[in-house]
């Protein structure tokens, strides 16, 4: 009989270069801001066949673990899709950088399904969707027993989800139907003790009515850890983490 434990982990993207064998390599997001942050590289190589850095892009510390008290240093930016501008929450809860009219659009838009247009480092990328698929299938722990998981597959599930800590971060969004409301509208941070990630690529079989994640996928209780594009009301408007892969 499956026991019922749920472990909390981070799995952090940022900029980096790293060799054959990461598994034990620190790395700097060399930008500086808002100050040099060594990375630690996770070899999950075995598991899902590439790398992942130890935390989100911006973050200065790993995920305790906590998804009742996150550590807020640990969550790193938030970024709406396509724009390379970080969307920073502050100590005091204030939300700068947070375009509120961003649909995705324009000359400052950037093709993430490209590495190089990311805010990952050279060589690095944001997970595509048959990426983000296969971390969270493989993650994923059947702690209800509602599939034909087997026990060694559930012990295997629980031991990637702790390695890859996934962090609680919640979602940045603004609530507006028109221009006129949304120019006076505050940004806030949704569901914190969740934890959301954006693919590089958007869902275009998304129905606009839809308010769902395509990719939304549970890796533990309450169905927290969404990986995917937000459809309806926010669509790319919403600001989410962003973790980078390497093969």
Do not use: H
């Not at 950037?110 to 698929?133: F, H, L, V, Y």
């Not at 800590?165 to 603004?174: E, K, M, S």
């Not at 690529?201 to 994640?213: E, K, M, Q």
């Amino acid at each position: 009989m499956k026991k019922k434990y749920f472990f909390l982990a981070v799995i952090p993207f940022f900029m980096v270069s790293c060799g054959s064998d990461d598994s034990d390599k620190t790395v700097d997001d060399g930008t500086g801001t808002p100050g040099w942050t060594t990375y630690e590289v996770l070899n999950t190589k075995a598991e899902l066949g590439f790398y992942i850095l130890d935390r989100n892009v911006g973050a200065t510390e790993k995920y305790n673990g906590d998804s009742k008290n996150p550590n807020a240093a640990s969550k790193g930016y938030y970024y709406q899709w396509g724009k390379n501008t970080p969307v920073k929450v502050n100590a005091d809860g204030t939300i700068s950088n947070y375009d509120k009219e961003w649909n995705a659009t324009g000359e400052t838009l950037k093709d993430w399904s490209k590495g190089e247009n990311t805010p990952c480092p050279a060589g690095w990328r944001i997970p595509n969707q048959a990426e983000m698929k296969k971390i969270t299938d493989a993650a994923w722990a059947d702690y209800d027993g509602m599939t034909d998981q087997t026990d060694a597959e559930f012990q295997a599930a629980k031991a990637l989800y702790k390695k890859l800590l996934l962090a609680r971060t919640g979602y940045v969004r603004i609530v507006g139907a028109d221009v006129a409301t949304r120019a006076t509208a505050t940004p806030g941070v949704y569901l914190p003790t969740a934890a959301y990630l954006w693919a590089g690529a958007l869902n275009a079989d998304v129905p606009l009515s839809s308010r769902n994640f395509k990719n939304a996928y549970t890796l533990s209780d309450n169905s927290d850890i969404m990986l995917g594009k937000k459809g309806g009301e926010n669509e790319v408007n919403v600001a989410m983490p962003i973790r980078c892969i390497k093969d």
